[in-house]
């Protein structure tokens, strides 16, 4: 029988999802030893740095850090010794879009998982509940007890759950002191349901029971691909409402502001902006594609691929905006881009717009200067270059350049483009950067304040007031 009480957890893979996670669960379960595992060593220096700079930015994470780590909470790369001495694992290893081979550009490349599940068999000797906490496509559980169960010393018994993470990174560590629901699927086996409930247990340290749903093992895998479908889907539908208010002059903040006060549709998710990016909405509406076709369900594939397909078109309806809006050519030309993560209050860039931007202005020969509050020059540098990989790294240095503060970006552009919303941008003083930005020779005022507010209009934070008086 798997042990019914957690006293010890590993969680290999301490990345977006498995550090934030377990550090909280560390904290709110004081009486069981949590050790996360990495391969990668300087990330698990990182969690160890005496400074507390951990990898990963995240409001509110380093306090939880600070609290448990040494206490119950433990960072290593030594995976195996986790392994053998924890009752309960979570796999929280990446699982991004396979980029070769059968199912190239939509399936999940399921290498990272289906290799801690090895090792995972190879070295336990005692009995483990394994935690998929992956995103991963719909019956993976499935082939992790395959190996797990084909691989196992006699005598020692794994039971599978699946317990999706529905973090929303910038906002992770409340997500988790309060979910909105934990769910855990399992097999509706005697064994599997223990398994369930020793899980279950653990987060009934801090979460309502009537927040933790329990159900099926491949419920649980959809479920969580399904909640990323119908975010992504509620984006691109606005999304393709603001092409029609540009077209006709309504207003798309007032359309869905209007739209979401039905109390079937709600506010939340309605803002148009210039696409969505993070690594999992594109991801598993792929994944979702891809299972449907599979399933030989093409008129439900053709509809979630539109939903991403929408979100390629309004990231170069959005570029196509900004050459339009400057006189149809930024050839030589200066532009701001403010912001470079995926989303306010995070480091994370995975999928961010404004690569996808930046890369357009780059194939058009214009001159970027990029500012966000955190993320690193090197982060930038390894985007740009896989976004652009036939040109060299010193080409595109010459074309773009990092500084540190949003009015140093502004200084003497034609044109600012608003692509995250870091809500310091609120507070820019657009006064003093109109002051400094470039006009087109000949071009008059109200030309000119109405090119400025045209792009910003259309860029990501349409709570950024842009009735600021210019003055004359
Ligand atoms: P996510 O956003 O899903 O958390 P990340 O890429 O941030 O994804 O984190 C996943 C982490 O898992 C990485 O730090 C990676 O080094 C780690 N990892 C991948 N495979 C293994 C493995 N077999 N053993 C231990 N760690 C692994």
Same mark, same amino acid.
């Given at each position: 029988?798997?042990?019914?009480?957690?006293?010890?957890?590993?969680?290999?893979?301490?990345?977006?999802?498995?550090?934030?996670?377990?550090?909280? @669960?560390?904290?709110?379960? $004081?009486?069981?030893?949590?050790?996360?595992?990495?391969?990668?060593?300087?990330?698990?220096?990182?969690?160890?740095?005496?400074?507390?700079?951990?990898?990963?930015?995240?409001?509110?994470?380093?306090? %939880?850090?600070?609290?448990?780590?040494?206490?119950?909470?433990?960072?290593?790369?030594?995976?195996?010794?986790?392994?053998?001495?924890?009752?309960?694992?979570?796999?929280?290893?990446?699982?991004?879009?396979?980029?070769?081979?059968?199912?190239?550009?939509?399936?999940?490349?399921?290498?990272?998982?289906?290799?801690?599940?090895?090792?995972?068999?190879? *070295?336990?000797?005692?009995?483990? #509940?394994?935690?998929?906490?992956?995103?991963?496509?719909?019956?993976?559980?499935?082939?992790?007890?395959?190996?797990?169960?084909?691989?196992?010393? $006699?005598?020692?018994?794994?039971?599978?759950?699946?317990?999706?993470?529905?973090?929303?990174?910038?906002?992770?560590?409340?997500?988790?002191?309060?979910?909105?629901?934990?769910?855990?699927?399992? +097999?509706?086996?005697?064994?599997?349901?223990?398994?369930?409930?020793?899980?279950?247990?653990?987060?009934?340290?801090?979460?309502?029971?009537?927040?933790?749903?329990?159900?099926?093992?491949?419920?649980?895998?959809?479920?969580?691909?399904?909640?990323?479908?119908?975010?992504?889907?509620?984006?691109?539908?606005?999304?393709? +409402?603001?092409?029609?208010?540009?077209?006709?002059?309504?207003?798309?903040?007032?359309?869905?502001?209007?739209?979401?006060?039905?109390?079937?549709?709600?506010?939340?998710?309605?803002?148009?902006? *210039?696409?969505?990016?993070?690594?999992?909405?594109?991801?598993?509406?792929?994944?979702? %594609?891809?299972?449907?076709?599979?399933?030989? +369900?093409?008129?439900?594939?053709?509809?979630?691929?539109? *939903?991403?397909?929408?979100?390629?078109?309004?990231?170069?309806?959005?570029?196509?905006?900004?050459?339009?809006?400057?006189?149809?050519?930024?050839?030589?030309?200066?532009?701001?881009?403010?912001?470079?993560?995926?989303?306010?209050?995070?480091?994370?860039?995975?999928?961010?717009?404004?690569?996808?931007? #930046?890369?357009?202005?780059?194939?058009?020969?214009?001159?970027?200067?990029?500012?966000? $509050?955190?993320?690193?020059? &090197?982060?930038?540098?390894?985007?740009?270059?896989?976004?652009?990989?036939?040109?060299?790294?010193?080409?595109?240095?010459?074309?773009?350049?990092?500084?540190?503060?949003?009015? &140093?970006?502004?200084?003497?552009?034609?044109?600012?483009?608003?692509?995250?919303?870091?809500? &310091?941008? +609120?507070?820019?003083?657009?006064?003093?950067?109109?002051?400094?930005?470039?006009?087109?020779?000949? &071009?008059?005022?109200?030309?000119?304040?109405?090119?400025?507010?045209? %792009?910003?209009?259309?860029?990501?934070?349409?709570?950024?007031?842009?009735?600021?008086? @210019?003055?004359?």
């Amino acid at each position: 029988m798997a042990p019914v009480q957690v006293k010890k957890i590993c969680c290999i893979g301490a990345g977006y999802v498995g550090g934030p996670t377990c550090a909280v @669960i560390a904290l709110k379960c $004081p009486h069981i030893q949590v050790t996360i595992v990495d391969l990668n060593k300087a990330r698990v220096d990182a969690w160890n740095s005496p400074d507390f700079a951990v990898p990963i930015y995240e409001p509110g994470l380093v306090d %939880v850090v600070k609290q448990c780590r040494g206490r119950n909470l433990f960072f290593s790369t030594d995976v195996d010794k986790a392994i053998l001495e924890a009752d309960l694992i979570f796999v929280s290893v990446n699982t991004p879009t396979k980029k070769s081979g059968v199912g190239a550009g939509f399936a999940a490349d399921l290498n990272y998982v289906e290799s801690a599940t090895r090792r995972i068999a190879a *070295v336990a000797t005692s009995s483990k #509940i394994v935690v998929e906490k992956s995103t991963v496509p719909c019956r993976t559980a499935e082939s992790m007890r395959t190996i797990l169960e084909a691989n196992s010393r $006699p005598g020692t018994r794994f039971d599978i759950l699946s317990n999706p993470e529905f973090l929303a990174e910038g906002t992770a560590i409340a997500d988790l002191f309060k979910p909105d629901r934990v769910l855990i699927g399992s +097999l509706q086996t005697t064994e599997g349901k223990e398994a369930c409930r020793a899980l279950a247990d653990v987060y009934a340290n801090w979460v309502p029971q009537e927040r933790i749903l329990t159900v099926g093992l491949w419920s649980s895998e959809l479920s969580k691909l399904a909640a990323n479908a119908m975010l992504a889907q509620r984006i691109s539908s606005i999304n393709a +409402l603001s092409a029609i208010c540009e077209a006709t002059g309504a207003n798309i903040d007032e359309v869905s502001h209007a739209v979401g006060f039905d109390s079937r549709i709600g506010p939340k998710f309605l803002r148009a902006s *210039v696409g969505f990016g993070g690594s999992c909405f594109q991801k598993d509406i792929l994944n979702l %594609v891809y299972l449907s076709e599979s399933l030989h +369900l093409p008129q439900v594939a053709a509809y979630w691929r539109q *939903v991403v397909e929408m979100n390629e078109y309004q990231k170069s309806r959005f570029s196509k905006t900004v050459v339009d809006t400057l006189f149809n050519t930024i050839t030589g030309k200066h532009i701001a881009v403010l912001g470079f993560a995926f989303k306010a209050d995070t480091g994370d860039t995975r999928e961010s717009a404004a690569i996808s931007l #930046i890369r357009d202005f780059l194939s058009e020969r214009a001159f970027v200067t990029i500012y966000d $509050p955190q993320v690193s020059e &090197e982060q930038i540098w390894q985007d740009l270059s896989e976004a652009c990989p036939t040109t060299p790294l010193e080409t595109i240095k010459k074309q773009v350049t990092i500084v540190h503060s949003a009015l &140093e970006a502004c200084t003497q552009k034609e044109a600012i483009i608003i692509a995250t919303e870091w809500k &310091e941008f +609120l507070e820019i003083d657009w006064q003093t950067v109109y002051a400094n930005m470039n006009r087109f020779q000949g &071009e008059g005022h109200w030309a000119w304040r109405a090119r400025v507010k045209t %792009v910003l209009r259309h860029s990501l934070s349409s709570d950024i007031d842009l009735n600021f008086n @210019i003055g004359h």
